[in-house]
């Protein structure tokens, strides 16, 4: 099945947000507003902690929330269970290049490899936070 299409089991599904625990939220709500061009849906508290949504820009979204009281968040991604997520793009060069401009960690460089059907580009950086983000961009 493509990229894209609709799931035929569950009517409706598909990616509302992912969600990070910060490091830093300051610093990782102006990365992801300043850099990557993400816009504020709703600020709130949540058991005592500040967060935000925001509008990734396709429908999808990224919630930020501030550490746990009483807690320091590793930013060593091989502790998280989450591996990593994705963010599709059709100017990959461009999107890598805002990232580190900002700072970011580039972990994988730009490269283009064939998955099946699919000729991909991808790359991977470390964001604010330490979480591992991946750039893909689907080639014709």
């Known amino acids: 099945m493509p990229i894209g299409s609709g799931n035929q089991v569950i009517a409706g599904l598909g990616t509302h947000h992912i969600a990070i625990q910060t490091v830093d939220y300051e610093a990782s709500v102006r990365f992801y507003t300043e850099v990557m061009g993400m816009t504020e849906v709703v600020g709130f508290v949540s058991e005592g902690r500040r967060a935000v949504i925001l509008d990734i820009g396709d429908g999808s979204h990224m919630e930020l929330f501030e550490p746990i009281p009483g807690t320091q968040p590793s930013n060593d991604a091989t502790g998280n269970v989450v591996f990593h997520f994705a963010l599709q793009t059709s100017d990959i060069e461009t999107a ?3 990232v580190r401009a900002a700072g ?11 998955m099946g059907a699919l000729n991909i580009s991808l790359a991977f950086f470390k964001g604010p936070s330490g979480e591992v983000v991946e750039y893909i961009q689907v080639n014709n």
């Open 96 to 98: 890598l290049e805002r």
């Open 104 to 114: 970011m960690e580039i972990t994988v460089e730009l490269k283009t490899v064939q």
